[in-house]
C-alpha cells in the first residue's frame, strides 16, 4: 500500500494498494502461471534481473487475489500483511475516503512491510500503528504443495566442498538442503522438522532470520529428494535440485572419493545456484 | 542401508515426471504452491 502527496486529489493524497511478486526472469514462466491462474493483473520489469507480477485494481483485489488468500491462508508472518491490507481495501471500497479514514489507512499503513517513511511520519504525527496479529503456527496446516511453493522461494539445495587432511583427496563433500526465513517464523521452520521427519532449526547469528537445515546425507537421500520427486519443483530451482541428486547418486556409490568422481561434484557446484547460467 | 539409499536414488533420477519440467503443463500451479510461493516472495 502506497500513500503519496498529489493536490488533484480531495484529501491531497493518493493511495494505491497491490499485491506482488518479483522472481528472477529465468522464473517467467512461473509468473505467467500466476496471471494464467489468477486470470488478473500483469507482468512487468523489475529491478535488475527481476520480473514482477502485479495486482493493482481495487477491483481484481478484492473479487480475485482476497478470496485466494482466505481460502488458501498464508501460513507465515505475511499473513498479517495481507489481513492489514484486506482492511486497507476494505476502507477503499467504501468510496470517498474522509479524514478519518485516512488517518486509519495510515494507521494500516505504519504496521505494513517496512513501516512509514520518514516523510509519512512527519505528515501523520497523530499515527498508532494498528496492532499485528501473529499468526498461529498449525502443524497440520503445512500442505506439501504449499512447501513445494516455498521451496521455490526460500529453498537452498547446497553441495558444499572444505579441506579434510584426513581425506584421501584432501577434501570432503557434503550436501544440505535448507529452508530460511524472518525469524519471526521461527514455528514455522521448527514445523518442518516434524513434515520431514529430519533436520533441525537454527538462528542465524544476526538474529533476523532463521534456518530449517538438513545435513543428513541419509535424511537427504532417503526423505527430502523423494519428497520432491513426488512432489516436484516447478520452477529454475528444479534445475539445482536436479544437479543435487546428481551429486547424491555421485556420493551414494562413493564416487566422491575417487579423483574422477569429485571432479565431477566440482563441476555440477559450480554450475548451481548463482553458478547457474540458463 | 546404502543399498536402500541407492536403490532411493536410482528411482528418483529415473522419475520422468520429474525431469519434463520443460513441459508447459507444469506451470498449471496449484492454489497451496501460489500461496507458498507468495509466503517466501510476495508483499
Known amino acids: 500500500m502506497c500513500i503519496s502527496k498529489d493536490s488533484k486529489r480531495p484529501l491531497g493524497y493518493v493511495i494505491t494498494v497491490a499485491f506482488e511478486i518479483a522472481l528472477d526472469v529465468k522464473d517467467l514462466d512461473t509468473l505467467k502461471g500466476l496471471q494464467s491462474y489468477f486470470g488478473v493483473g500483469g507482468i512487468y520489469k523489475h529491478v535488475g534481473n527481476m520480473m514482477r507480477y502485479k495486482v493493482s485494481s481495487t477491483k481484481d483485489l478484492t473479487n480475485v487475489i482476497i478470496p485466494h488468500f482466505d481460502k488458501y491462508p498464508l501460513l507465515s508472518q505475511k499473513g498479517a500483511d495481507f489481513e492489514i491490507l484486506k482492511s486497507a481495501i476494505q476502507i477503499i471500497n467504501k468510496g470517498v475516503v474522509s479524514p478519518e479514514q485516512l488517518q486509519a489507512l495510515v494507521n494500516l499503513r505504519a504496521s505494513l512491510n517496512r513501516g512509514l517513511s520518514s516523510n509519512l511520519q512527519a505528515l501523520f504525527p497523530e499515527t498508532v500503528p494498528v496492532k499485528r496479529r501473529v499468526i498461529p503456527f498449525v502443524a497440520s496446516s503445512l500442505h506439501p504443495l504449499w512447501v513445494v511453493g516455498f521451496t521455490e522461494a526460500e529453498g537452498n539445495f547446497y553441495i558444499g566442498v572444505t579441506q579434510d587432511a584426513k581425506s584421501k583427496l584432501g577434501v570432503s563433500t557434503r550436501l544440505r538442503f535448507a529452508l530460511t526465513q524472518h525469524s519471526r517464523d521461527e514455528k514455522l521452520l521448527q514445523g518442518f522438522i516434524d513434515f520431514f521427519g529430519c533436520g533441525l532449526y537454527a538462528e542465524r547469528n544476526n538474529k533476523l532470520a532463521g534456518d530449517f537445515k538438513v545435513n543428513s546425507f541419509e535424511d537427504i537421500s532417503r526423505k527430502i529428494i523423494p519428497f520432491f520427486c513426488k512432489y516436484p519443483l516447478l520452477g529454475s530451482k528444479s534445475l539445482d535440485l536436479k544437479a543435487f541428486i546428481e551429486a547424491a547418486k555421485i556420493i551414494s556409490e562413493k564416487g566422491h572419493l575417487t579423483k574422477e568422481g569429485f571432479g565431477e561434484i566440482e563441476r555440477i557446484k559450480a554450475g548451481m545456484n548463482k553458478g547457474r547460467t540458463h | ?43
Do not use: C
Open chain 2, 1 to 43: 542401508m546404502k543399498k536402500l539409499i541407492k536403490q532411493t536414488l536410482k528411482l528418483t533420477l529415473g522419475n520422468s515426471r520429474y525431469f519434463s519440467l520443460s513441459n508447459s503443463s507444469a506451470f498449471v500451479l496449484d492454489p497451496w504452491y501460489i500461496t507458498g510461493l507468495v509466503d517466501g516472495e510476495g508483499s
